[in-house]
């Protein structure tokens, strides 16, 4: 597996926030149009949340290594920030075109 370095985290968070942005406009069309049930809007708005809270953590994150800001920063480990990056675009696999 690829060591995580700053350059690969900055563009694995421009991808997932070029993936939300294409998210946004569907769930806006949901939103203008009244397309799907009430359910179906819910769980796009509770998709949107939670890759919104993802992509915050993941801006937020300061890779070891890379510069010199203090290390106690971070709370998450790579391992976890790995495990974010991978969920983000297992949810947003479907804007991916």
Do not use: W
């Not at 350059?7 to 569907?26: C, E, K, P, V, Y």
């Not at 994150?61 to 297992?90: H, P």
């Amino acid at each position: 597996m690829q060591v995580l370095n700053q350059t690969q985290l900055n563009s694995d968070i421009a991808i997932i926030q070029l993936l939300h942005g294409r998210f946004g406009d569907d769930l806006a069309k949901c939103l203008a149009y009244h397309t799907g049930n009430i359910e179906h809007i819910r769980t796009l708005n509770d998709e949107n949340f939670m890759i919104g809270n993802y992509l915050e953590a993941l801006n937020r994150y300061v890779v070891v290594g890379d510069t010199t800001a203090n290390d106690l920063k971070n709370v998450l480990t790579v391992t976890d920030i790995e495990a974010i990056i991978d969920d983000c675009y297992r949810r947003m696999n479907r804007y991916n075109t």
